[in-house]
């Protein structure tokens, strides 16, 4: 019989991915269901992550001229209604909030009392609540651009959820702008998309796609919505981060009018952006493999541990001073523009378990240092992202600590753009789409071809044949690449250039 | 006829003290109530000082060995009956939501759809929630202590609302910690206390005085509520922060048990502790002035501006340059462990408007810089807390800053201090404390005494004649200072020290 390679994720991906997704949370202790329903708890470590993502993010956008500011959590329903196709999108599910208090009944169980006049929903997105604040802060053409951006939970009641990618209640930044003109706007809608793909490629080491949504894909009132999408390692396309384009149609519900500088009142442009703690799903389902996650250094919240061994009491103490000292060297070195993350576990658990723990957590490196590598100098290192494991001198280790760090960030970035590359195809006839789409293996049907670069004529009725017979989507109009017109194969009929076909989140 | 002095704010603080509150909060730029009620927007400067007050918490949360995690905005309705005080204290007062969709009803009009089976509340604290999580989490004393803390936005449906001071919806952060014993505990309780006092001292400038709570004021479920409070310049009290000691309350709600060593089932033992935006309206209470806003410089989202005199177009250029040389100079000093913030104002807009608008932000030093002063290698400063102007050479100037600040720093504490000490009495007869606490101005009706260090039997009866009679409360029971016993002067029963009395927020 052959011996199957053990991994510490049970199911590995290729046995059951939705399954492995989510025994690599539980076993890295990113988050777990609460029993709210639709709602998770992010626990330490995941948060953490969170923060690294949120600290890289806000700098980004102060960089970019932007100023963080919070708005009401809860939303009249009458300014839901100011913009029709808003209403539409975010109606059929919200969290609606009826009364101010609970009282006893007669049966001595609390009950909703005290109705409000008006019912509130908890803020899906903030476009209405923050436009009728621009609308009082605007007067003139002098008090444009507004550069906002909010932190905050949003809430949207999602019937089928899945940790980090679909929660009823999550976590992310939506910037919110407004600007005199069109052009400034759309310019403001690129650059943030940019910003963006910046982070997705540098800090995830996630390759992304930037791209348009078409019609039937954008954001519930938006004239333009552009996306960031990647592909995870089940081929299926995962929306990263939007950016909208609204023109003057937020503004004209909100009221935001300035008096231009010729003199004439006119209404703002204004556009939104976000992204969510989807990204650490985006995350796990890009670099994790079936031994647990990995993070990709310039987001890990510990950059290497350094495990003690701990056999013999007598020398224990050695060791421990040994690691300690290891540990301020380490900690004196600079990756990308901060200390190295450095800690030690010294805990008193089997070794085996505490090695495992941290690979499950996705820790970069790994150090072991014992008794024999105190008599030579030496460390025991391990690479999480290839499994290379080595002795070294400790300075030189050291020394070259921030090298590694980096090269195992491109190393990550390279390797899920190779697994990009190889899963997205040019298909130019329908039956080979079908094909391409179709699940060869019943016993895993997730899984399929990939990204289909397919031409398009921009029919809704098309993207509605393909939703339905085999739930594929454009997932975006590419910004850049081959900008040459076809011929749509779903319908005949003229396409402008190849769009990106794929299965999604 | 003598003539007034001209101030930036109206009314002053003599005049209408609740109404300045407000003016000094709009002339910043700090926030403003938004259109659902009791909740306000804040806006990018009073964001930018939470955000500072953020970063310094959480650093000190994170040094004393607490990790952040986040847990559901939603609360079952069932979870909070778990805690019988606890559905005391926040019944009256929460959003609760019924249903989980709109729908247009027969009049086109959106209304409530998809009842919920169970209601849930928007989180007014969350004990409940994080306490369900602990007790899965938590099966033997090795699990013990959890210590975490959570940033997050709660809702207490306030009626009567104040800006920052009391809002429906707030932000704060949440600590909840579990422990194997009531000692391990305790001493939690107390040591966030302690860093809440370090915070409240060290970085906000304002002093405070550590106390227990009264049975009739601490959190409902707890065992012991631990606060600071602090004066502000209307002599009311401000609870600044509190840390709760709750005992086995909440584990035995939760059932939060664990194995213990010695291998018996046992109940946890947890803490709670928080502080809130309010902070921020406390530090403008305690510092600000009747030209608006003064922030401690640690705190400060800008240290320093810098305000180009610009009257002459073939000097501007060489104004321009020179202010940017001052803050790139200015900058490479640190303050407080970090670069010093220093900003360039060179809008176009009246000189006197620019001026004001920063001395109402309240940024500790303005610097102007023109012809004349570029010639003689001068710049002309103003300090925001004493007003004083000077002219000093550029580069003794600039490497003084530092000390400057920190100068700042300790007078806006010592002025503060003394403040508080003027306005503290020991008062041993009723009279004299009803006296105390009457107004002598009914133009003013808010100004009254201050703190009153009495005798205290520890009465119910007698808390509840003074809050009817004079609006006055115990603030606490105060950890240091004079334990010597004594009488108490409502009861005439013994007291075991004195008490601190006042008007509270």
């Known amino acids: 019989m052959a011996k199957e390679k053990r991994t510490a994720i049970t199911p590995t991906r290729e046995q059951d991915y939705p399954e492995w997704y989510q025994q690599v949370i539980k076993a890295a202790g990113l988050a777990e269901n609460s029993p709210v329903r639709g709602c998770m708890v992010i626990k330490p470590w995941g948060y953490a992550v969170w923060e690294n993502m949120q600290a890289v993010l806000d700098k980004m956008f102060k960089d970019t001229g932007h100023q963080n500011a919070y708005f009401p959590l809860f939303i009249p329903v009458s300014y839901l209604e100011k913009e029709a196709k808003h209403v539409e999108g975010f109606a059929k599910e919200c969290a609606v909030v009826t009364h101010s208090r609970l009282e006893l009944n007669a049966e001595g169980k609390l009950v909703p009392a005290s109705p409000l006049e008006e019912p509130l929903i908890v803020r899906p997105t903030s476009e209405t609540i923050i436009g009728e604040m621009y609308s009082r802060w605007v007067q003139s053409y002098r008090d444009l651009p507004i550069l906002i951006n909010q932190w905050a939970n949003v809430v949207r009641w999602e019937m089928r959820t899945r940790l980090f990618l679909r929660t009823a209640e999550f976590l992310w930044q939506e910037g919110h702008t407004a600007h005199a003109t069109q052009e400034e706007a759309v310019e403001e809608t690129l650059k943030m998309l940019k910003v963006y793909e910046d982070f997705a490629q540098n800090y995830m080491a996630m390759p992304v796609i ?41 503004a004209k519900a909100s009221n935001i009018k300035f008096l231009s500088e010729a003199g004439n009142q006119e209404y703002a442009w204004t556009t939104s952006w976000g992204v969510s703690t989807r990204l650490v ?82 820790v970069p490196v790994r150090i072991e240092a014992g008794p024999r590598d105190i008599a030579a100098n030496k460390v ?57 789409f179709t699940p060869k293996n019943q016993d895993n049907p997730e899984i399929h071809g990939g990204f289909a670069l397919t031409h398009f004529s921009g029919s809704a009725e098309v993207e509605e044949t393909l939703k339905k017979d085999l739930k594929v989507t454009v997932r975006c109009i590419p910004l850049e690449g081959d900008k040459t017109p076809g011929v749509c194969p779903f319908d005949g009929k003229p396409s402008k250039k190849r769009v990106i076909f794929g299965k999604s989140y």
């Open 210 to 250: 930037c791209g348009q949504k078409t019609e039937g894909e954008k954001f519930p009132g938006a004239v333009d919505t552009y996306c960031i999408e990647a592909m995870m390692q089940d081929r299926k396309a995962l929306q990263a981060g939007t950016s909208h384009f609204l023109g003057q149609n937020f």
């Open 281 to 362: 799903g985006g995350l796990v389902m890009t670099h994790a493999d079936d031994d647990g996650l990995i993070i990709p250094p310039r987001l890990a919240p510990v950059h290497v541990v350094i495990l003690p061994v701990l056999h013999n009491e007598a020398e224990n103490a050695g060791v421990l001073a040994y690691c300690e000292a290891l540990k301020k060297e380490i900690s004196a070195q600079t990756f990308n523009g901060a200390p190295i993350r450095v800690e030690i576990d010294a805990r008193d658990i089997r070794g085996g378990d505490k090695v495992w723990g941290w690979v499950k957590k996705g």
């Open 380 to 436: 025991f290192a391990a690479r999480r992202d290839t499994g290379e494991k080595f002795s070294a001198d400790k300075n030189e280790f050291t020394a070259s600590l921030p090298k590694l760090l980096q090269d195992m960030q491109d190393a990550l970035y390279q390797k899920a753009l190779a697994c990009r590359t190889q899963n997205t195809k040019i298909i130019d006839s329908k039956e080979e789409f079908y094909e391409y």
